[in-house]
């Protein structure tokens, strides 16, 4: 496994080499739509009072933390596409809304080499279960923590205001 400090340079490096391609390349962001992906934004309620607790999972190829999101799946609707990525990455299972709590955009190195924004759409996933063994188990690593230490934790600014913000709402 890479240590912190490598995994942060690498980081930083992918980073670097994208912002060169964008600053090549500027029309690549506003020509087509955006891409779309839908993403959990898993919650509990910690036990000792109100407070609520959210998932955060390190991503596959660079271990920065991210919430479990992926690419539309024929036959589900968003919010249950989001629920299945919330089960495959994480190993947690849970009641998805119906409404999005929110979106934010960031920018995806696809398998080419290109780069194109993303549009994800979340979807709160109060968390029932919490199965050790799921289908990504050993490729992330999982930490529950505060909305404000999950923000911390996350990239995108879209997304930290979001989780900073985030209140659990109820389906009508």
């Known amino acids: 496994m890479k240590s912190k400090k490598t995994a942060r340079k690498a980081i930083r490096s992918r980073s670097q080499n994208l912002l060169k391609q964008l600053a090549r390349e500027p029309d690549k962001l506003f020509t087509g739509a955006f891409r779309m992906q839908y993403g959990a934004l898993c919650f509990r309620l910690k036990a000792e009072g109100p407070e609520i607790e959210i998932l955060v999972i390190t991503s ?3 271990g920065r933390w991210v919430l479990p999101k992926g690419w539309p799946m024929k036959g589900k609707k968003p919010h249950q596409a989001a629920a299945t990525e919330a089960w495959e990455e994480a190993g947690v299972r849970g009641i998805p809304n119906k409404t999005p709590v929110g979106r934010y955009v960031y920018l995806k190195e696809l398998d080419g080499g ?3 924004p993303v549009m994800v759409e979340m979807y709160q996933v109060e968390v029932t279960k919490v199965q050790a063994d799921f289908k990504e188990k ?3 690593v999982l930490a529950w923590v505060s909305p404000d230490e999950a923000a911390r934790r ?3 600014v879209e997304l930290k205001s979001m989780l900073v913000n985030f209140r659990p709402i ?3």
């Open 154 to 156: 996350v990239r995108e």
């Open 170 to 172: 109820d389906d009508e």
């Open 60 to 62: 596959r190829e660079t």
């Open 114 to 116: 290109d780069v194109a």
């Open 138 to 140: 050993g490729q992330r």
